[in-house]
């Protein structure tokens, strides 16, 4: 297996599509050689814990609604393309994702990791829940199979939020800037939303490269 590293926020929009466009890749190549493992990184990690209204921040952002809608545009087609449900009106708060990440990282722990940020995603951009909010994390956790309250206890403490921290840190010293952020046998870097095609030759290289070293060693 190939070990597949990627950095990204479930708050980000693209690090949602740039998954479901790996997801489509990785659908097709049922035989890919990835073993993918998610990484923390908060796009802002000032953002205060219960999150700010949605449109608000928006608009701070972007220079006014008009900005924001501008900005948005090449989001949604790209979303449509990946076949993503975004309900942008469905979302009231921007959220804190700093839980969200140790959530991933308690799942990754029972080998729900993927799972439990498919799930995230799904919350945030498509039903437009709070995933900022410990009740709604906990029952997200329940959702995808693990033990809902002992999750909700341990959101009430703040067991590995240091540790969540330190690896965004850690990220950035590297020169991550933004996400998503791909990193292919901890060589080779893909900044962005990879549409399903580039992933597709990629699977195909590596799969072909994997075969003609089994061969050389069975010579």
Not at 66 to 75: E, F, K, N, Q, S
Not at 92 to 121: C, K, Y
């Amino acid at each position: 297996m190939i070990r597949l590293d990627i950095l990204s926020d479930i708050a980000c929009p693209w690090c949602y599509v740039g998954k479901a466009y790996l997801d489509r890749a990785l659908e097709a190549h049922a035989d890919h050689p990835f073993a993918i493992e998610w990484h923390p990184f908060q796009l802002n990690p000032d953002m205060p814990k219960e999150g700010m209204d949605r449109r608000a921040y928006m608009e701070a952002k972007f220079g006014g609604k008009d900005g924001a809608v501008r900005a948005y545009a090449p989001l949604v087609q790209h979303a449509e393309q990946a076949g993503v449900e975004l309900n942008l009106e469905k979302i009231a708060r921007t959220p804190n994702s700093l839980d969200a990440h140790r959530l991933i990282h308690w799942a990754g722990l029972e080998g729900r990791q993927t799972p439990m940020v498919a799930a995230l995603f799904r919350a945030l951009w498509r039903d437009g829940r709070d995933v900022g909010n410990a009740d709604v994390l906990a029952d997200i956790a329940g959702e995808v199979g693990l033990d809902r309250a002992m999750m909700r206890r341990l959101l009430d403490g703040d067991g590995d939020v240091e540790d969540i921290r330190a690896r965004d840190a850690h990220a950035r010293e590297r020169g991550v800037t933004g996400v998503p952020c791909f990193v292919i046998a901890n060589q080779h870097v893909l900044q962005g939303a990879q549409p399903t095609e580039t992933w597709g030759k990629i699977i195909g290289e590596l799969t072909e490269r994997i075969t003609e070293m089994q061969r050389d060693a069975e010579r």
